[in-house]
């Protein structure tokens, strides 16, 4: 944990530290004698102050656990939402770097096909569970539907927001059909004339592998358990619903298990990922050793790319000055960069900078090609490392920063080859379990608060749950999903697709799982027809889409972004106008 965390717990902490109390207020006409009631005289029409009386315990709220704060206020509710939220949000990017640690410790198999992805979905589960075990059956009916907004605007928020902007960052010029690594000459901007062009003359986009189809539809195959929950409903058969819960929830358990043996026997997704992980231990690696041969001048005072000293950097490495860096030049640059640390060798790090940085595809890196991939390299550190100021240096320590994240995590499969393995699965264990008590501990919190927000503004839960919880939970794997496309390649564009379609299959059979179980166990009401429509139209939609094609042009974003406020439209014209809840 950082120590940014740590002030923030210490802050909410010494907000919250003391318990909520209620007391009578002073109104009334003033006194001639200055003196105020004690409140238990009975003389009517006092010419003096009276004390209201307590507050209602109508007008009250329950802390949660009995000492965390709660207010009826809006503003509080928002609060504490935003607070909670951000907690949660820690939650996920503590197992999914927990994950990452120890799937490239271990390798692909049993853990990473089994444990792994369930992780992924904890908190979304956590926050489902809670939502259906609080009070009696029916304060969990009416706080259930907290649970089915996040459900829903999880998935919904996968396949439309962060499906259609990752198309625009990792978009690349078009050819015959096919998306040209790295190259992206087309433009983009608002202007309405080069705007229409880009999207809808198919100038630019993304492309896949035929793995990344395998995803897709075995996304849109997760959706199997909702049709058969959804049955009794269609039908309008009321004596067949609790029936058609149970058959759901075995069924959704079965996919569940189903999909995790099939992660086990076909790691590809896993492999993705390790391969992934070694190419940002050159691109720290590098960028190390290049920031001490500069002096630590990669950057301009104010923190942007020095390109000067970039170029003096490339002439210093193009031994023969003809120009271009060719393989044997790189391969003295990476000499002195202690690649052994991750078992990588000379000729796999030389291959990974070539396809980074050789757009022309000629085998050697031009000046320009070199200037624009170490800057793109800097601006990717920047976001994973963090930006921080060193004085008088004129550079910034996110290299540093980044360079150390990346040494932590060790890239082997086999685990006899990792240096000081058993620290690193230790601390990959904590992360985890750091993971897992925040989201148990503040999900039950989260949920009070979106429900006393509900109240206190006349909205739906539902809708706060739909367009809130899901920046919280998905929010670590939006930005890891935007920086995988914007490599501009299509391994790492089909890495970041896959991982959301798997995402969507977690949620359609875990955090299914456990919203039906909660249902059956609890005898609760099974009326959701609006949002399981939502989330068949999304996934069916977004599934067919991605099943028979690899490439995907820029104009298929507008149909993902649309797809969101469609989903909200359409749950509110069926249940506030045709009554479907």
């Known amino acids: 944990m950082t120590s940014k965390h740590f002030l923030f717990l210490f802050f909410f902490i010494f907000c919250f530290s003391s318990f909520p109390s209620h007391a009578r207020f002073i109104t009334g006409r003033p006194s001639p004698t200055g003196l105020v009631s004690d409140g238990i005289s009975t003389v009517k029409n006092l010419p003096y102050l009276l004390l209201k009386p307590p507050v209602s315990a109508e007008e009250s709220c329950e802390q949660s656990y009995g000492f965390l704060p709660c207010t009826t206020t809006v503003l509080g509710n928002m609060f504490l939402i935003i607070v909670y939220g951000y907690l949660m949000y820690l939650a996920a990017t503590y197992l999914s770097y927990g994950s990452e640690l120890l799937l ?22 956590m926050l489902i569970l809670v939502s259906g075990l609080s009070g009696t059956a029916e304060t969990a009916q009416s706080q259930v539907s907290v649970g089915m907004g996040l459900l829903a605007g999880s998935t919904v928020m996968l396949l439309t927001v962060i499906w259609g902007s990752c198309i625009i960052v990792g978009r690349c010029d078009l050819h015959d059909s096919v998306a040209i690594d790295g190259r992206n000459t087309k433009g983009f901007n608002l202007k309405g004339v080069q705007l229409c062009s880009t ?29 058969i929950v959804q049955l009794p409903q269609a039908l309008s058969s009321t004596s067949g619903r609790h029936l058609a819960v149970l058959i759901a929830l075995i069924i959704s358990l079965l996919m569940l298990i189903s999909y995790c043996v099939y992660q086990v026997f076909q790691p590809w997704i896993q492999r993705r990922r390790i391969a992934f992980a070694k190419h940002k231990h050159v691109i720290s690696g590098i960028l190390r050793h ?17 390109t000067e000293i970039i170029r003096k950097l490339f002439e210093t490495i193009d031994e023969n000055h003809d120009g271009g860096l060719s393989p044997s030049e790189l391969r003295a640059l990476i000499i002195g960069i202690r690649f052994e640390e991750i078992d990588l060798d000379q000729d796999d790090a030389v291959s990974k900078v070539i396809a980074d940085f050789d757009t022309s595809r000629d085998n050697l890196v031009q000046e320009d090609e070199f200037v624009e991939g170490i800057m793109k390299w800097i601006n990717e550190a920047k976001q994973t490392g963090g930006a921080y100021l060193e004085s008088n240096a004129g550079t910034f320590k996110f290299i540093d920063h980044f360079h150390q994240a990346r040494s932590e995590e060790q890239s082997d499969e086999v685990v006899e080859n990792v240096e000081n393995p058993r620290w690193i699965s230790i601390k990959a264990v904590l992360m985890l379990l750091l993971g897992t008590l925040i989201a148990a501990a503040f999900a039950d919190p989260l949920v009070d608060a979106v429900d006393n927000f509900s109240e206190a503004t006349s909205i739906p839960s539902f809708f706060i749950s739909f367009i809130a919880l899901p920046l919280a939970t998905n929010s670590s794997e939006a930005v890891s999903a935007i920086i995988f496309a914007s490599r501009k390649k299509q391994r790492t564009a089909s890495l ?18 456990v919203f039906l179980a909660l249902v059956y166990v609890r ?49 509110y014209v069926l249940d506030y106008v045709f009554g479907w809840s």
């Open 104 to 125: 490239e410790i271990l390798g692909p198999g049993i853990v990473g096909g089994l444990f792994l992805p369930m992780l992924g979905a904890l908190p979304d589960a």
């Open 199 to 227: 999207l809808f003359l198919a100038k630019s986009g993304v492309s896949t592998d035929i793995w990344t189809c395998y995803a897709a539809r075995i996304m849109a195959i997760s959706v199997i358990p909702f049709l």
């Open 290 to 306: 290049l920031k001490k041969h500069a002096l630590g001048r990669l950057l301009t005072d104010d923190g942007e790319p020095d």
């Open 496 to 513: 970041t697709f896959s991982e959301l379609y798997g995402a969507v299959t977690m949620n359609n059979v875990l955090c299914l799982s």
């Open 523 to 571: 005898g609760l009401t099974w009326d959701f027809s609006s949002e399981v429509l939502v989330i068949l139209i999304v996934c069916v939609v977004m599934g067919a889409f991605a099943s028979f094609r690899t490439t995907f042009p820029l104009w298929t974003c507008s149909v993902a972004y649309i797809l969101y406020p469609f989903s909200l439209g359409l749950v």
